[in-house]
Every structure is written in C-alpha cells, then in structure tokens.
C-alpha cells in the first residue's frame, strides 16, 4: 500500500476547510447549551431532550442529501456540466419532499414528549424549541444542497466562512429571543429554536448568494430553465443517499440512547459517559471531514476514469486516516484530565469520565478507518453496503455487546458505562473491517471492468 504525498496534500486541502465547519457548527450546539443553562436546569433539560428528536431527523434527511457531493464530484471529473446542473435541480425538488416530510414528522413530536415522564414544564418548553426550530428544516436542506454541489467541485471553504458568519448570528439570535431583547419576549429554551431557524435561512441565503456569483460554479447557469421533476434521477439520488441517511440515524440514535439505558446506574454514570460522548462528538470532527474530503477526491478520479490514480488515492486516503487517528489519539490520551476539568470539578464524575476518554481513544483507529472507508464507498457512488453494514456493527454487535457488559454479569461483572464503550470499540472495528472489504471488492470490480 504506497502513500502518495502529493495525494495526501491535496486531501487535507479539502479536509481542513470542512473540520473547520464542521466545528462551527458544533460551537452552535456548544453556544445553545451555554447560554439556555444560564436561564434554569429545565431549560437546559427542554433542550436537551428536544435536540435529542430533532437533531436524529433532520440530519438523517441531511444523509439522504450527502449524495450529491459524489455525484457531482464525479460529473466534474467527467467535466459533465450539464449533469451537474441536472442534479442540482432535481435535488432542489427532493429538498422540498424532504422538508415537507421533516415539517410532518416534526408535528409528531407531543406523542413522544408524553411519554417521557418528566415535568409539564420541560415538556411544554420543548415542544415549543420544535415549533419553532421546524420553521428552518427547508433553510437547513437548501444550504445542505448547495454546500454539497460546491464542495462536490472543489470548492470546501464557503461553507467554512457560511458557518462562521451563522455562529455570529446564532449568538446574536440566543441573545435576543431566549433572555427578551430589543422589544422580544423571554423564549428561554425555546428561544434557540427560533434562533436556529433563522440561522440556517441566512446559511441558505449566504451560500446562494456565494453559488451565484460564482465564476467556477456557474450559480446563474445551474438555475437557469429548471426541469421539471425526474421520477428516474429523484430515485437515483434517494437510492444513493437513502444508505447514508440510515447509516447517520443508527450512529446518531445508538449515541442517544445509551443515556437513557444507563440513567438507572445514577448521576455519576450519567454524567461521566457524557462528558466523554461530548468529547468524542469534537474528536469526531476531523475523521469525518477527512471522509467528506476523501469522497469528493473519490469523486473526481473516478468520474476521470483514471483507475492508477484512483488506487493511490485510496492508498492515501486510508494510511492518511491511520496516522490521524494515531494523532488524535495521542493528544487526547495526554490531556484527558485538563479536559475533564473544563466539564466537571466533581472528583468521581471526572475519574469515570477520564477512564471513558481512554477508550475513546482506543476506537479512533477503528473510527477513522470505517469513516474512510465509508468516504471511499460514497465517492465511488457504491453506498448500498453502508446501511447493512453500519446497523450490524453498530447495533446487533457493539450495543447489544454493550449492554450486556455495562447492564449483566453473563461475561464479566457488569461494568457500567464503560461496557458500552467497549461494545463501540468492537462495533467499529467490524464495520471497519466489512467497510474495508467492501471497497476491496469495488475496486476489484472496477478493475476487471
């Protein structure tokens, strides 16, 4: 397996832009919490739970979208114009079914929230973060489209300085509408969803303005005699995307869900498990942009048809994840207990807390791998494995793995939170491995065709 340094170089060109996005809009969910614990624990509990629904369903509509990126990274290595242009109208009209289909779905949300148990108050002061936030699903999809056709050419820095001006706002926003500013009643809570919807419509509204002005882009051209609705094309992206989109919700949702099946172990469990899950979100961060990276690479070789290329990119992509892992890893290890500190000064959460984060430093290699892996898969619009292989991995082997060993004594003496931490590890690293396959078997395909 050679490492090309030239392709690597090129990859962190796109990859970096993306991390720095990415962790904008990480800030933003970092901002809300800040700022709507400051009003009262309910708040803060209200937000919680409602980003808990929301957060799940309109990122995995999002996944159903990531599909563009590989289609049309792989039209503009074709230098097939006029099929980006094609794929970006008709991902136009699947936003709009999708965000039709989110706005319903987000009307659902008092069958969950009564059956949750808690306070009328929490309840009532999440429902309205919905009510509010749901008003932004089509902003969040429109921006989602256009980031991906410009990231899918080439271009991975506008979204970076999109968020930056969005996290602007977002803190403005919260400020206004959570604590009653410039004539605007006191929202609490619920405040950040009005916020967030007015972020992702001036996102939407930024990266238009951006996309049409663009020389490289040809935002004026791409909207220029719109086709109607293609039953064939909405179908082939769906059929791309809709693997993506399973996958987000299995990762997002198995996440979730350990809390509410360790709450019974206390406070302590609780509160150490997410200190370590909020680091590990961050730590994510830069795997994934590299997988964002690597598929829009991906994308363009393979639309240029140039194989040799394609492997050493490949090559390059996986060994380049190994060494990042290895690095993140590395850091994390060395400041674990300054950056428990900053979540907690309670010495028991800290001491759980800081024992999670070395495992959490175990399964960046696995992590980075699959992720990879997964950014290969997409670029070469091969995502069929994706769902299988994620739901397996992540659910019928890493949680239930987790399960038994956090909540029984079938294996070893139940070891709380940290069980389902090792179910993860064993999780990820059989998806790495099927993931790692499948592109063998890919580019065993392409090879003989």
Not at 105 to 122: H, K, M, R, S, Y
Not at 246 to 253: I, M
Not at 364 to 375: E, I, K, R, S, Y
Request: charged share 10%; with cysteine.
């Amino acid at each position: 397996m050679k490492f090309s340094y030239w392709e690597a170089k090129r990859l962190l060109q796109l990859a970096t832009p993306v991390f720095l996005a990415q962790i904008m809009l990480v800030l933003m969910s970092v901002v809300d919490t800040i700022m709507a614990g400051q009003v009262s624990t309910n708040d803060l509990a209200a937000l919680s739970i409602a980003t808990g629904i929301w957060n799940p369903l309109v990122f995995s509509l999002q996944g159903i979208l990531l599909a563009l990126t590989s289609i049309v990274a792989h039209c503009f290595g074709a230098k097939d114009q006029k099929g980006i242009k094609h794929y970006f109208q008709q991902s136009i009209y699947l936003c709009l079914i999708l965000s039709t289909f989110g706005f319903i779905l987000a009307n659902f949300t008092p069958l969950v929230f009564d059956n949750l148990g808690t306070t009328t108050e929490i309840t009532t002061l999440a429902q309205s973060y919905i009510d509010f936030v749901k008003w932004g699903i089509l902003g969040f999809l429109l921006f989602s489209v256009y980031r991906n056709v410009t990231e899918g050419v080439g271009l991975t820095k506008p979204a970076f300085y999109i968020s930056i001006v969005g996290l602007c706002i977002n803190v403005v926003a919260n400020y206004v509408f959570i604590y009653g500013k410039l004539g605007m009643p006191a929202l609490g809570s619920a405040g950040c969803g009005l916020a967030t919807a007015l972020v992702f419509w001036v996102m939407a509204l930024a990266q238009f303005i951006y996309s049409f002005n663009s020389k490289k882009l040809k935002g004026k051209w791409l909207l220029h005699r719109f086709d109607p609705p293609k039953i064939k094309t909405l179908s082939y992206i769906t059929k791309l995307g809709l693997p993506i989109c399973l996958a987000t919700f299995f990762e997002v949702t198995l996440f979730a869900c350990i809390p509410l099946f360790i709450a019974d172990l206390g406070a302590t469990a609780v509160s150490g498990h997410q200190i370590a899950a909020s680091v590990s979100v961050i730590l994510f961060m830069m795997p994934l942009s590299l997988s964002m990276a690597i598929a829009i690479r991906i994308g363009n070789l393979s639309g240029q048809q140039a194989h040799t290329q394609l492997k050493s990119a490949i090559n390059t992509s996986l060994l380049l994840a190994v060494m990042i892992a290895f690095f993140v890893a590395f850091i994390t290890f060395i400041a674990r207990d300054a950056i428990v500190i900053l979540y907690t000064k309670d010495e028991n959460v800290a001491l759980l807390a800081s024992s999670i984060i070395i495992l959490a430093c175990i399964y960046q290699l696995p992590d980075a791998l699959q992720v990879a892996a997964n950014g290969v898969l997409r670029g070469l619009k091969h995502t069929q494995p994706i769902a299988a292989i994620t739901f397996l991995s992540y659910w019928v082997i890493g949680f239930t793995l987790g399960y038994v060993l956090t909540k029984t004594d079938l294996l070893v003496t139940a070891m709380g939170p940290r069980g389902f931490w090792i179910g993860i590890i064993v999780g990820l690293s059989i998806a790495a491995v099927l993931l790692l396959l499948s592109v063998r078997s890919r580019l065993v395909k392409i090879s003989t065709d």
